[in-house]
């Protein structure tokens, strides 16, 4: 990325080390970052260790730069469990990296990270507006916690006390429209063979639940709505989900995320989904 590109500075964050701030104004799905790792890592150790060990002097540089938590381990293997991030959603191996690794975490971040496996480098996006200034943040959970839940995460894995507007004071409709939407996450895939309609109705529960606490993570809602629709052959509402889930998985990943061809055929041809039509025809909408 040139200089001429760059929107964002690394430097002190205070209280935090150091932290990702905006050098100008950055629109939401625009492209912040994107970055080879400095090493991979996985839960094997003496591979990891190997790994660092292969580093060049500069790379080797950069990565013992990076903060440490876990002072209970190696140095090297307490950097990377203090900064690695995960190669996609659910992965077991991770990887740590110069730049991306400083930026900080909060509950309700403006950014989401994603790896791209063809690329082989993690992309972070703008997932709502950032004025110049502001500090670029990420969030180190799965979604979906309740503050309790959130803080003991944090506290074990990262040592610090969450201070973020969300873990401010406790929220008790905050944390009861997390749970909500965990529930009816659950009944959608648990209704979508017997009760689809209901399903559907689920997906759009979820989506306005969202809305009460920020709005983000709507992309694999709209996937389930789009595949709920296509299996059972409501192709005119699949196109509707389709058309959504392309849109959001734009602002959340860009052109260059892993999904984005897959996502795109499917809004060009909501019948081309590997299940399109393996149950009964219903009407859904
Ligand atoms: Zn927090």
């Known amino acids: 990325m040139s200089a001429l590109q760059q929107c964002y500075v690394i430097k002190d964050a205070p209280g935090k080390g150091m932290g990702m701030f905006a050098t100008r104004d950055i629109k939401r799905g625009e492209c912040i970052l994107s970055e080879k790792p400095l090493v991979f890592a996985s839960r094997n150790l ?47 191996d991770c990887a740590v990296y110069k730049v991306m690794s400083r930026v900080n ?15 082989k480098k993690e992309y972070l996006h703008a ?38 507007s969300l873990c401010a004071a406790p929220s008790p409709e905050y944390d009861s429209t997390v749970n909500r939407i965990k529930i009816y996450s659950d009944l959608i895939m648990t209704c ?11 997906v759009r ?14 992309t694999p809602f709209y996937y389930d709505g789009y595949q709920i629709s296509a299996m059972y052959g409501d192709y005119t509402l699949a196109q509707e989900w389709a058309n959504l889930l392309l849109e959001s998985y734009i602002m959340d990943e860009g052109e260059e995320g892993e999904k984005y061809e ?24």
């Open 205 to 218: 529960e979820v989506l306005v639940l969202l809305d009460k606490i920020g709005g983000e993570g709507k």
């Open 127 to 164: 997932i709502e507006d950032i004025a110049t200034g502001s500090e670029i943040l990420t969030s180190y959970l799965e979604p979906f916690l309740v503050r309790e839940d959130r803080m003991k995460f944090l506290r074990k894995n990262f040592k610090f006390e969450c201070r973020c």
């Open 262 to 285: 897959r996502y795109l055929k499917y809004s060009k041809n909501p019948r081309s989904h590997e299940r399109a039509g393996c149950a009964p025809r219903q009407i859904l909408s």
């Open 46 to 92: 003496i591979k990891t260790q190997r790994a660092i060990d292969a580093m060049t002097e500069l790379d080797k540089k950069a990565f013992f730069a990076l903060h440490n938590v876990h002072s209970d381990v190696p140095t090297a293997i307490g950097i990377v469990r203090t900064n690695a991030l995960p190669l996609g959603a659910d992965a077991v």
């Open 105 to 119: 975490h909060t509950c309700a971040p403006n950014v989401h990270h994603t790896w791209n496996p063809k690329t």
């Open 192 to 202: 979508a063979s017997t009760n689809p309609k209901k399903s559907i109705q689920f």
